[in-house]
């Protein structure tokens, strides 16, 4: 069964400096991985997804991830964080034969400091 | 392009009342996803149909939740009796096939206040 493990619920970072959230996943076959994005009383949005192309994966606002097969990682980056990133994000996965059910971690709210 | 719809955004209703959430997903999406998001959790998913079928209802509480998508568009979301550990944001999401790498699109989701 897969399943997703983000480390850190809460993660506070000043205005420009990196923001790194953390993603390891547990998977039986290669996986899908996505992060996606939610901000207050809205819906979650995509923010980047790997599909076992390029192990280094861009996404909107800024953000990258990279795919680490031997650590079983995808961790989220952002060189310089704004104070728009404040908002929760999940780190999910899905397995290519069990369709695109999407497993969820528990998420990371992320607090910008000016 | 219009996302997907959800309504009510809000609702409150007294345990062991039925509430009922509708979905409308993004047009020409033949996969939709019902999600159960506790607070301070990840969403889980409940239901997934392909078109009017069901895909995957492994997790759906089926004593009291039900779900049905008619002629393979909109869906609705059946809860009754209530209960209060069903305080949640169910979200509502398509995508166009069910392939493991298409992109679920999710709606803002309706709250639930059960007291």
């Known amino acids: 069964a897969q399943s997703v493990t983000q480390l850190g619920s809460h993660v506070s970072v000043s205005e420009g400096a990196l923001v790194l959230l953390r993603c390891n996943y547990s998977s039986s076959v290669p996986p899908y991985l996505f992060w996606y994005v939610q901000y207050p009383n809205q819906g979650l949005q995509l923010l980047l997804k790997?599909?076992?192309?390029?192990?280094l994966v861009k996404g909107i606002n800024g953000f990258e991830a990279e795919f680490k097969k031997s650590e079983t990682s995808f961790h989220l980056t952002k060189p310089s964080a704004h104070m728009s990133d404040a908002a929760e994000y999940f780190c999910a996965v899905s397995e290519g034969i069990a369709g695109n059910k999407l497993t969820f971690g528990g998420g990371t709210r992320v607090l910008v400091k000016p | 392009e219009a996302g997907v719809a959800q309504s009510p955004r809000y609702k409150i209703i007294e345990k062991r009342q039925s509430v009922a959430f509708w979905c409308n997903p993004i047009s020409g999406h033949a996969t939709l996803y019902w999600y159960q998001q506790i607070l301070g959790q990840g969403p889980k998913l409940l239901i997934q149909f392909q078109n009017n079928g069901v895909v995957d209802d492994s997790q759906l509480p089926k004593d009291r939740f039900s779900a049905e998508r008619l002629k393979g568009v909109d869906s609705t979301l059946k809860i009754q009796p209530a209960k209060l550990e069903d305080s949640a944001v169910y979200l509502c999401?398509?995508?166009?096939?069910?392939?493991?790498?298409?992109?679920?699109?999710f709606g803002p989701g309706t709250r639930l206040t059960v007291l």
């Open positions: 999401a398509s995508s166009l096939e069910e392939r493991a790498a298409d992109t679920q699109y």
């Open positions: 790997y599909t076992s192309a390029a192990t």
